[in-house]
Structure formats: C-alpha cells, structure tokens
C-alpha cells in the first residue's frame, strides 16, 4: 500500500508499475487510460457501449474494459467522438461503441464489448499498393499505431502504412467532382503516400492531418505535414477553405521549412502543430502553431477568427519543450516538459458550452493561453508530465511520472472520473488506481441483497469492506450536492466558482466557523471591485425582500377587505 502524510508528500513505498499509465485518450463524453500492465480502464458516457464494458450506463470511476481473454496485452488506445479502439501487443485492432459509420471496422449496430477488427487479416500493405518484392511482399502486416475522431478510425502499420476507415473523405476521380465522404466498412490504404512512412496522424470531425517521411524511412527532422478533408474553416491549413479528397503538403511544414513537425493535434474544426527548428539547433523549443475555426479562441491567436494558415501561439513561456498537445471541440490544451499546462479557448480554455457557463468577471472564451495550475498558487506545475487528452467539454492529465490523473471542465455522465457528476473549474484528482474487478463485481451484487454476500462466502472483513464502499457512495452524493449548493452561493456572492482553496485555513484547523469574524476578514482583504459586487448583492437580495414583502401586504390587505366585503349586509 502506498504511504501518503495529511500534506500531500510524495509516496515513500515502492510504486506498483501496474497503476502506472501509459497513455490516455478521450472522446467526446469519456476517457480511457492504458495501464502499465496492458489494460485498458473506461469512465464516463456509456451510451452507445463507448466505455466496452457491456452496457450503455455511465461510470464515474475507472473501470476496467471487458475483453474476451485476460491474455491481451495492450499497447494503445484511441477514442473517436463515441467509439474506441485499442491495439494489442500481436497487431490485432479492437473496436467497441457507436457504429453508424461503420467506424469499428465492419457493418452493423454499436457494440457494447471489444470486437476483433478482422479487415486487416487478408491484407499486406506492400501488395496491396502494388510492391513486387517479393522479400518486401512476404512482411506481415502489423498495426503499430492507431487514431480515431469524429466518426472515422486510423491506423498505422509497421511498414508506415496509413489505414481508414469509417466516415472518410472520398477520393475523387476528377476535379469537376464534389468533395464528399463515405462510410468504408473495412480498412484501405491511403495510397498517396506509396515510398514514404507515415509516422504519426490526428483527425477531427471530418478533417485528416498527417506527418509523414520526406523518404521512404523517418530519418531525424524529415518530417511533412500533409492535410485532407473538410476544410470549411480552413483547418487544413493551405491558405483558403476549399476542401480537398487527397492529402496535400502544408507549405509552412513541408521539407524545405525552417520547422521540423513532430507531434499534432485536431478539434473539431481546427488543428495544432508542435515544432522544432531543424538542426542545426543549440536549444530544444517547440513552436506552437494554429489554424481553423478560431470562433470561441480555440486558436489562442488573441482574436475569434478563422485562420487559414498557420499561426504561432503568443503567450506560451519562451524556451519551453512540449510534451503534448490536445484538443476539444472547441478549446486546446498544451503541456511543457517542466509541467506547465495551457489551455485557450470556450469559456476561459475549460471548453464548456455556454449553458454551463460561470458567472463573473472571470467568465468568457480566452483568445490568449491561461496556465492551469495542478493546485492553486503554491503548487502551479503538474510534477513529472506525460500527457493531455481533451474531450469535447473535458480535459484529463496524466503527470507524477504516470501514477496521478486530474481532470477538470464538464463532469455530467461522470465524465471526470472523480465519482461525482459536477463540473469542476479547476483540476480534481481522478480516482485512480480503481478497485479491483473482483472487488467492484463482489460490491454490485452484494450491497444490493445482503444475503448473496453469505452466498458467495465472503468473510468477514470482505463483508464490512463492501458495507464501508456503499457508504462513501451515499456520502459522495451528498458532497456532489453539497458542492453544487455552496458553488451557486459562492458565485452569487462572489462572482466566481467555489473552490476548496476558499474555505478559511482557520475552519480547516478548527472545525469551528465563526461567521461574524470571518464577515468582517472577509471585508477587510475585499478590493473596491469586490466590496462594489457585495454591496449590489446586498442591494438586490434586500430589494427582493422588500419586494416580496409588500406584495404579501397588499394581498392581506385585500383579503381583509374581500372577507369585510363578503360579511356586510346588502
């Protein structure tokens, strides 16, 4: 077990590489993390089976996916907008969740379990796109990457192979031809990239960005960007919004720029590229460029409009190395090696719609990057970074060299992982490492019927073990309304969500709240700005007190004179 002191101190025990993660993807409403010992944990939405844990009902912790054999072993996950996918140590690709546009990789409904996706077990990539080696010919084929958004899945094979399927761009055959897209059912080639290696890919809603050898092999800064697609925005990137069927060299990132690519990101109508200046360098900085629907900030470009080209974001810390890059649908969020996390876009870089929108001065899109920090002022970096994943209205981290994951934006369905439904404005810990399989089957049944815990011959420490779960479950319902009641009352008075950092250090120490003197502190550290904002609270609360007492004045008044008028004679 691991030791922690009340201060939040580092672990001083060995750490178990199984609850270590190794990678984190999220989708549109839920987020899947891969665990260091091969397995893949889901929460969030469930519907349309998107969590791969056999039903359609939300989960607000981590809960492990459910697959055939406990024998897999995994290397990767993917999660497009409501499906997912995941990659074995064998090459095998398997999909589960929403299936309209055959995005799984086979015709038919949403599946709520991990399906094999057998479209890649008659195909060979080099005879597919017409190599007649014969020593080339005989390689077999083995998926080393896979990506997924919007409604579409991608995968890369060990020969830098670019595979689609799902809802792709059609590949036109003329140019009087419409752009269109079309549900492909199983995986094909995109064989615009015969003689060179597709390293890494990213794609939003109906747009493809990829960074691809200059060569046949990935050698050092070789790296071009290419983009397909929808381009209504311009999130391609090529200077106009023409939407093009086949992919096409970004001019900003082709072989003969100053920037060397290497990583990319996609929203839903914009993309981020991270770069390098090619060697000869003497430091490791990253550049960080935008492009697409600016309309909420998404671009961090200091304004709300569209971008054609790619743009570099102002107000990211000079001299830094990021470590990864994500996107929602509307905002994006950047990490640096030395744990700084930014993020820009819908509703100060959170990306909650504005129905879900805080009050005060703080509320609105942010045009320009705003850091995150992993806990208030004295703590603002994330330790040991690994990687962001953005959903459409959520962000998750995981930093502590893999051991921690915080979450923060929109919580309903879970979304968080933290066990509540509640938004949270500020990072909150994921919980994490989850309870064990056996452990979380034992807790659903038992604690239903007490007499199946004496069916299954749990003992007698297991017994008060799922009691005491079933408990926190009840208790963390009422926090979660607790929570939603004092941030309403916090933003009435104050203009700004609630947060933890706000309760008086006193009443923390104490237990004891002194609501008169902690008034009148609260007055004395006020700014003009603040003292302004109370006093008009003031103002409307007594006006609305006054308001409702004179209507229920007249209304006694008049039912006085209606009984008065009621008992005389006539």
Same mark, same amino acid.
């Given at each position: ?306 971008? $054609? ?203 004891? $709240? ?57």
């Amino acid at each position: 077990m691991e030791k922690r002191d009340m201060e939040g101190q580092e672990e001083t025990a060995v750490r178990n590489p199984a609850h270590k993660i190794i990678s984190l993807t999220a989708g549109e409403a839920h987020t899947l993390a891969l665990s260091g010992d091969g397995k893949v944990y889901s929460w969030g939405r469930g519907t349309f089976g998107r969590l791969g844990n056999g039903s359609e009902n939300d989960e607000t912790m981590p809960v492990p996916v459910k697959l055939q054999s406990d024998a897999f072993h995994f290397l990767a996950v993917a999660a497009g907008a409501y499906h997912s996918l995941a990659l074995a140590d064998d090459g095998s690709v398997w999909c589960w969740g929403y299936n309209t546009y055959s995005q799984l990789g086979f015709d038919g409904g949403n599946v709520s379990l991990p399906r094999h996706l057998d479209g890649f077990v008659e195909l060979s990539s080099l005879r597919s796109l017409g190599v007649d080696s014969e020593e080339k010919g005989k390689t077999p084929l083995k998926v080393s990457a896979i990506k997924a958004g919007g409604m579409m899945s991608l995968a890369i094979d060990n020969l830098g192979t670019l595979w689609m399927w799902g809802n792709c761009p059609h590949p036109t055959s003329s140019p009087d031809e419409t752009f269109s897209f079309a549900s492909i059912s199983s995986p094909v080639p995109v064989y615009d990239f015969y003689g060179h290696a597709v390293v890494k890919v990213a794609c939003g809603n109906e747009h493809i960005v990829a960074l691809v050898s200059a060569g046949e092999t990935h050698k050092g800064d070789d790296l071009v960007c290419y983009a397909w697609g929808n381009n209504n925005h311009g999130q391609l990137g090529l200077g106009d919004n023409e939407s093009r069927s086949q992919p096409q060299v970004i001019s900003k990132f082709s072989e003969e720029s100053p920037w060397a690519p290497y990583d990319v990101a996609c929203g839903a109508y914009h993309t981020v590229v991270l770069t390098l200046k090619k060697r000869p360098r003497d430091t490791l900085e990253s550049i960080c460029w935008t492009f697409g629907q600016g309309d909420n900030g998404q671009l961090g470009q200091g304004t709300t409009q569209n971008s $054609f080209c790619p743009e570099r974001v102002e107000g990211l810390p000079e001299h830094a190395y990021f470590v990864s890059v994500d996107c929602g649908l509307f905002h994006t969020c950047i990490v640096s090696s030395s744990g700084e996390v930014w993020s820009w876009g819908m509703e100060r870089g959170l990306g909650l719609c504005p129905d879900v929108s805080f009050a005060g001065i703080d509320h609105g899109d942010a045009i320009l990057p705003i850091q995150i920090p992993c806990d208030g002022p004295g703590r603002p970096k994330f330790p040991g970074p690994i990687e962001v994943a953005c959903g459409a209205a959520h962000t998750v981290i995981v930093a502590d060299d893999g051991y921690k994951l915080w979450s923060w934006g929109r919580g309903r369905s879970g979304v968080l992982g933290d066990g509540k439904s509640s938004d949270s404005y500020f990072p909150t810990m994921v919980l994490w490492p989850p309870l064990s399989e056996d452990f979380s089957d034992g807790l659903e049944s038992s604690v239903e019927d007490p007499k199946k815990v004496e069916e299954m011959g749990v003992g007698e420490t297991e017994k008060k073990l799922l009691f005491a779960m079933e408990e926190m479950k009840l208790l963390q319902s009422k926090l979660s309304s607790m929570e939603r009641y004092a941030s309403i009352l916090h933003g009435s008075l104050f203009g700004k969500p609630f947060d933890e950092r706000d309760v008086p250090s006193f009443l923390l120490d104490s237990g004891t $709240f002194d609501i008169a003197k902690e008034w009148d502190n609260m007055l004395e550290l006020a700014d003009l700005k603040e003292l302004r904002r109370l006093e008009m609270f003031y103002r409307n609360m007594l006006g609305g007190v006054k308001d409702k007492l004179m209507k229920r004045k007249i209304k006694e008044i008049v039912r006085e004179c209606v009984q008065s008028s009621s008992s005389m004679p006539y």
